[in-house]
């Protein structure tokens, strides 16, 4: 069964974090001389709080979680490189994708020397869970399971993100990038049953402020304790701390545009499968549509020329002569359709 204290690295398991004044006193007091900083009120002239609380209570009550299940991130860029170093030995563990997939979880586990096993989806862009649980072995520590993938559109199925989580001893990883563009259940709600499940979400995506860099983990308590271990003391810097607490005060504006988006990817999604160039268009539960085109290089260069520009993924396995475009607003929408509805 799981036990975190057997996957962690050893050398993070012995570590001594850094300790900031922030970290050493966190009451309130009117004089702070313990942090060398300068006292003339630029706004900020002191260092944020290491730990986030203000964001994470309001994160926590939105999400029905408690503020210990929650880590931020700078981007979920950085919550990926956070697991990958606090439970992969380099040269020794690996790490399973899923492609086609996002490509940060390579990247990383090449930045961190660790082993990618890839298993490829099926077809129809869905987990071989057979195929999983034999390429698992003692040295496999994560498991990166996009959902609603990118750049597919559609979301896993939750039987079999089930089966891993129930056989597998290492950590699970669900990105939920997408999630709230979908009407699938995310899989926040079930982090008291698996104890080796760890969600990640994003400010980049719905709540539209990807500039800020911001990304959300969700897992167990013990699990988030090991990596505000080894986070960088104040990742997540004040300007992003008080933009996004801003941005969740919105919450039902930012739901409302939601809607907006699903609504417009369903209407795209209509129009491109009418067109003749258009070969499939896959379903979605994200804020971009997959499509299958007659030529995509050929696609993708006549919407270069004309300024729109869209994700070229003929090259990917699996995603050959597809095309990956975001929603965009109304206006946008309607000029890649007119632009492709003259291509021939
Ligand atoms: C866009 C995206 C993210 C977001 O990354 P950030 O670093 O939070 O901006 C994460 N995962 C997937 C699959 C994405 O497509």
Do not use: H
Request: glycine residues 4%; hydrophobic residues 40%; neutral net charge.
């Amino acid at each position: 069964m799981f036990d975190l204290n057997k996957i962690i690295r050893s050398n993070i398991k012995a570590l001594t974090p850094y300790s900031s004044a922030r970290d050493e006193f966190s009451g309130q007091a009117s004089i702070y001389l313990d942090a060398n900083e300068n006292p003339f009120n630029t706004g900020f002239n002191r260092y944020p709080d290491p730990m986030q609380w203000t964001v994470k209570e309001k994160i926590a009550a939105i999400k029905k979680v408690k503020k210990e299940n929650i880590l931020l991130g700078n981007g979920s860029d950085e919550v990926i490189d956070l697991l990958l170093r606090a439970f992969c030995e380099p040269k020794e563990n690996n790490i399973i994708t899923f492609p086609p997939t996002y490509g940060m979880y390579e990247v990383y586990g090449n930045i961190n020397n660790v082993e990618i096993q890839k298993v490829s989806l099926t077809p129809d862009f869905q987990i071989d869970v057979a195929a999983t649980l034999k390429a698992i072995n003692p040295q496999t520590k994560l498991i990166f399971v996009c959902s609603p993938n990118n750049p597919t559109g559609g979301s896993i199925n939750p039987e079999a993100v089930k089966q891993l989580l129930k056989s597998f001893e290492g950590i699970i990883v669900i990105d939920e990038a997408y999630a709230d563009f979908s009407q699938q259940e995310s899989w926040i709600g079930y982090l008291d049953i698996y104890p080796n499940l760890f969600v990640m979400q994003t400010f980049s995506k719905a709540w539209g402020l990807a500039a800020l860099r911001m990304g959300v983990g969700y897992a167990s308590p013990e699990i988030i304790k090991v990596l505000n271990k080894i986070k960088p003391p104040y990742n997540i810097n004040e300007l992003t701390q008080q933009a996004v607490l801003k941005k969740l005060e919105s919450y039902a504006d930012v739901q409302k545009e939601i809607e907006i988006l699903n609504k417009e990817r369903e209407d795209l999604a209509k129009q491109l499968t009418d067109l003749p160039i258009v070969q499939k268009v896959y379903p979605s539960d994200a804020n971009f549509v997959l499509a299958k085109v007659n030529d995509a290089n050929k696609t993708y260069n006549y919407l270069v020329d004309k300024g729109i520009i869209v994700r070229n993924r003929n090259t990917v396995t699996l995603c050959e002569g597809c095309i990956r475009i975001t929603v965009g607003t109304t206006e946008e929408n309607k000029e890649v359709i007119n632009a492709l509805k003259a291509l021939k």
